[in-house]
């Protein structure tokens, strides 16, 4: 697991990758996802680890390419959760609370990670293509705006890249006319969309500064993707305030 963590502002942000863990193949490591077909009782200790890494106990939504926001509250944590463990369906969560972290999983998609620079908000968002052509980044950093954040930030973490995210060519155009950098070209020259940079330019144009982490999901056997892989795990990126 990779890891920035800032004391001075209680702020914690880390991306996991797949080193470590107790999950066997096809999810070998620490597969963070409960909905991939794994050992309930592996991905529990994978989780659990992952908590102890990061000194936070960890909220995740069950993710189904929307743009749906849930505001992790009190009454939240304390409500019934889902299957998987989650707080409910959604693709991105935000929460001003202190003493947790909230979390996203993927495994070709892109991780966002937001915090409010200027007080103690956090939130994150799954966007895959589908999530950022419908606008799940909009939705969560205006849902943060909301809970009354001035200074946003964004670190987004490893995905697959544009050189390795082939579609048709028509889904390019659906992309790059939301945001046209995400309009992108294979190795073999094949139209391809690179979702990172779509997000990116997004966060740009609502005004928040922007930290991009590199790394191609596809590529980087040390984390999951279900391109290069098919049935595989999940990584996390997360991030929380220790209060």
């Known amino acids: 697991m990779f890891a920035w963590r800032d004391d001075a502002a209680g702020l914690v942000r880390a991306f996991t990758d797949r080193h470590g863990g107790v999950s066997g193949a096809p999810f070998a490591g620490l597969n963070l996802g409960a909905h991939v077909g794994d050992d309930p009782a592996a991905v529990a200790a994978n989780r659990e680890c992952l908590e102890e890494g990061i000194g936070l106990p960890v909220v995740v939504g069950d993710q189904v390419h929307g743009t749906e926001v849930i505001h992790v509250t009190r009454e939240v944590l304390e409500g019934p959760r889902t299957a998987t463990g989650a707080v409910g369906t959604a693709d991105a969560l935000v929460t001003d609370l202190p003493g947790i972290a909230l979390g996203v999983l993927v495994a070709d998609c892109t991780p966002v990670l937001l915090h409010d620079a200027a007080g103690g908000s956090v939130g994150v968002a799954h966007a895959g293509r589908q999530g950022m052509t419908k606008g799940v980044v909009p939705a969560v950093v205006s849902a943060l705006r909301d809970l009354g954040a001035t200074d946003v930030r ?48 997004q966060l740009s144009a609502l005004g928040v500064e922007t930290e991009w982490v590199p790394g191609c999901a596809r590529e980087d056997e040390a984390l999951f993707s279900h391109r290069r892989d098919g049935r595989t795990g999940r990584f996390a990126g997360v991030v929380g305030r220790t209060g």
């Open 154 to 201: 964004a670190t987004v973490g490893p995905s697959v890249c544009g050189r390795c995210y082939e579609v048709p060519g028509d889904l390019r155009d659906e992309a790059a006319a939301v945001a046209r950098s995400s309009a992108a070209m294979t190795w073999q020259g094949t139209p391809a969309i690179d979702v990172a940079a779509g997000v990116v330019e």
